[in-house]
């Protein structure tokens, strides 16, 4: 690999990973030795990377303005522009406004070549007219309660069309063609649920917060389904 490519790589695994990461997972991430690694992290710093940490103890990387703008290949610059025009089909207006606006301050700092490879992409989506799931409820609360890991009390019409008033601890949305679940922790039933997120007829913030729980409960979520297709 050259030289150019391995200390891109390294520098975009550093933003992908959580912070501090190791030598050793960088290494293995990257695809080098230890001591190829710890040459490429002092290569970097030389260069102006702000690069926080150190051996044993671990990396983290701090992105600063003044350094040269990222840099991405043209199959990478499909793949942002494919991503960001499905958010029309699958995503509400925020969210749909927030991804344009990401992607018009990435191609801002593109240089000129990649800026008009941007402009000019090859890929298109497309979806049919009714592809997005119908929403009545109110997509920024929803989402501020995953992130800030808060409780939300909600009225749910279940595909039986049974009302029913439940808290939930909110977990993570997942977009699919025409749907959109809300994974969360039931305080009802206390065990996993999956809802559909269209038939959520009223929605306001609940008393409860399960701060820090979130990731753990995913994972054991995670953990439980494969445990299940692996028995299936």
């Known amino acids: 690999m050259a030289r150019t490519d391995r200390l891109m790589r390294l520098m975009d695994t550093m933003r992908r990973l959580p912070s501090p990461v190791t030598a050793a997972r960088l290494a293995d991430e990257t695809g080098v030795s230890l001591r190829q690694l710890y040459r490429d992290i002092a290569t970097l710093r030389a260069g102006g990377a702000l690069i926080d940490g150190a051996a044993g103890?671990?990396?983290t990387l701090t992105e600063d303005p003044a350094l040269p703008p990222q840099?991405?290949?043209?199959?990478e610059i499909e793949a942002l522009m494919l991503a960001v025009g499905s958010l029309e089909r699958?995503?509400?207006?925020t969210l749909t406004a927030a991804?344009?606006?990401?992607?018009?301050?990435?191609?801002?700092?593109?240089p000129d070549a990649q800026s008009r490879q941007a402009?000019?992409?090859?890929?298109r989506a497309w979806f049919p007219a009714d592809m997005r799931p119908p929403v009545g409820i109110d997509m920024d609360l929803l989402r501020?309660?995953?992130?800030?890991?808060?409780s939300l009390v909600m009225t749910y019409r279940d595909l039986k069309e049974s009302r029913t008033e439940r808290e939930i601890w909110p977990l993570g949305l997942s977009y699919g063609e025409g749907t959109l679940m809300l994974l969360a922790h039931c305080r009802l039933r206390l065990d996993y649920r999956v809802f559909h997120v269209s038939r959520i007829e009223g929605?306001?913030?609940?008393g409860?917060?399960?701060?820090p729980r979130r990731a753990g409960l995913l994972r054991d979520y995670v953990a439980a389904r494969r445990k299940q297709q692996a028995r299936s």
């Open 208 to 211: 409860d917060s399960f701060r």
């Open 57 to 59: 103890v671990g990396y």
């Open 144 to 150: 501020q309660a995953c992130w800030d890991e808060f």
């Open 90 to 93: 699958i995503g509400d207006d």
């Open 203 to 206: 929605l306001e913030r609940g």
């Open 99 to 110: 991804g344009k606006d990401a992607l018009a301050r990435i191609i801002a700092t593109l």
């Open 71 to 75: 840099s991405f290949s043209r199959l």
């Open 119 to 123: 402009m000019h992409s090859a890929m």
